[in-house]
């Protein structure tokens, strides 16, 4: 099949190189020349375990290539994914659609012969019929179908998240799609995912549905978590005792800092938006919104009460400002809110993340270092905000020697009090005593 990905980003590069490596000819399409260009030179504009090789792969191969022009890859594919970003609208928490009407416009003048197109980017319930709509009064004699195809992947496993989903997601109203997104995903049968056709505004409710359920789990164990504290219970205890009941399941059962990443905040707020227009308000979602928010800033909190409520004059040393580990995203990372906040209350901050990079454009005043122990290096409080596996298991005789004093804070549990406090740290951690 020929495919065109409009969208190069953490989605569209992932979907392009996979769909490529399935054996399907495959042009990724971005308006970032400097993207492309990147891409072109084979170095990769993300930071995703085994991306680069695998697009080196599919690239040698002749069935994965690049273009800043959709005239080079629409005309004449089978299939048209749209796979660019859908960010909050500032100020109302809408999902902003200018970038997939522009895409959508754009497609319409080179449609040519029968196209399955495909909305990969997540998308309001009625965004599909509203691409309908302008391709309909822009071509109204083209042959096309457009269908929902919400990405589920998660960052930092997306590749085999691509090739081993729980399920693949096809919301149609025209039959003729069928074949085409049945032979997109046939390797897929291979691993038994299932490919679950339902109609399309189900399929776009489906993508919000369970990222806010998601959200709305980690919400949940956090608030836990604070429970756990008061009332000297362990929430690592309790998350297993719980997780294992197979209703509930164990992922995403982990208590942290709150949820942030380039997903969860806008697609929860999004859909509270949505809802909120078709007169069903979603109180859960609006609570699990609220009381994230609120978790985020109160970190600084936790901090602070470490260091006997002030933080003035104090150094804090901070590992990993990305979102989550495995990728350099920084969208709505909690580090974004944590540190400032600290900063306000007084505290000076070096931070240190393998890939979070963009952190120096987004955070103001911080010291950023080159690795753990450089961080470490004076700070009166070590800070892990995500738990990169190079954190995991750190020469504590190494921090304890260059830190001014020897206390941790823990904002993912990646230690236990067991280990750090027999070599005289004081240790913190979340939802255990
Ligand atoms: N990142 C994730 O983990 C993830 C997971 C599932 C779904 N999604 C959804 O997928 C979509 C894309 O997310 P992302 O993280 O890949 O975004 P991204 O910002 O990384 O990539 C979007 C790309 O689209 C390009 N673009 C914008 N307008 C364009 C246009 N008119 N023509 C061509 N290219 C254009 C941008 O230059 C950018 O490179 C979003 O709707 C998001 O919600 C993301």
Redesign the pocket.
């Known amino acids: 099949m020929r495919v065109a990905m409009?969208?190069?980003?953490?989605?569209?590069?992932?979907s392009g190189a996979c769909f490529a490596d399935f054996g399907h000819d495959v042009i990724c399409?971005?308006?970032?020349e400097a993207?492309i260009q990147r891409l072109r030179d084979g170095k990769m504009?993300?930071y995703e375990p085994g991306l680069e090789a695998l697009v080196a792969r599919n690239v040698e191969a002749g069935r994965l290539s690049f273009a800043t022009t959709?005239s080079e890859a629409v005309g004449g594919a089978d299939a048209v994914f749209i796979?660019?970003?859908?960010?909050s609208r500032r100020g109302d928490g809408y999902?902003d659609l200018?970038?997939?009407y522009?895409?959508t416009e754009?497609i319409a003048a080179l449609i040519d012969g029968f196209t399955v197109v495909v909305t990969?980017?997540?998308?309001p319930v009625g965004t599909g019929d509203e691409i309908e709509a302008i391709l309909k009064r822009l071509r109204p004699d083209a042959q096309f179908a457009v269908v929902s195809n919400?990405?589920?992947?998660?960052?930092g496993a997306?590749i085999e998240d691509f090739k081993r989903p729980d399920r693949v997601v096809v919301g149609m109203e025209d039959e003729r799609a069928r074949p085409v997104m049945a032979e997109l995903y046939r390797p897929l049968n291979l691993n038994e995912s299932p490919l679950l056709y339902v109609d399309r505004r189900s399929s776009e409710l489906i993508?919000y549905a369970s990222?806010a359920f998601l959200a709305m789990k980690i919400t949940f164990i956090n608030e836990i978590a604070d429970l756990c504290e008061a009332v000297g219970a362990d929430v690592q205890q309790v998350s297993r005792g719980v997780g294992l009941d197979k209703r509930i399941g164990s992922k995403f059962l982990h208590a942290g800092p709150g949820y942030g990443?380039?997903?969860f905040p806008?697609?929860t707020s999004a859909l509270v938006r949505t809802a909120h227009d078709a007169r069903a308000p979603l109180n859960l979602v609006e609570t699990t919104i609220r009381v994230n928010e609120a978790r985020k800033k109160a970190m600084a909190g936790k901090v602070a009460d470490a260091l006997a409520g002030d933080l003035n004059g104090k150094t804090v040393g901070v590992l990993g400002l990305t979102f989550k580990p495995n990728?350099d995203?920084m969208?709505d990372a909690p580090s974004l809110q944590i540190i400032p906040a600290l900063q306000a209350m007084g505290a000076t901050v070096q931070a240190y993340d393998p890939e979070g990079h963009e952190a120096r454009q987004l955070l103001r005043d911080v010291d950023f270092k080159n690795g753990p122990y450089e961080a470490l290096e004076g700070a009166d409080c070590a800070l892990i905000i995500t738990e990169w596996d190079e954190f995991r298991a750190l020469d504590l005789d190494r921090v304890k020697a260059v830190m001014r004093r020897p206390l941790v804070v823990d904002l993912r549990n990646i230690y236990r009090a067991e280990e750090l406090r027999p070599r005289g740290f004081t240790y913190f951690s979340v939802g255990r005593s």
């Open positions: 409009i969208g190069t980003g953490y989605v569209g590069l992932v399409v971005d308006k970032d993207k504009p993300i959709y796979a660019v970003g859908t960010p999902a200018t970038y997939v522009a895409a754009e990969k980017s997540t998308v919400p990405e589920f992947l998660r960052e997306a993508k990222n990443g380039s997903c806008k697609d990728t995203d969208r």
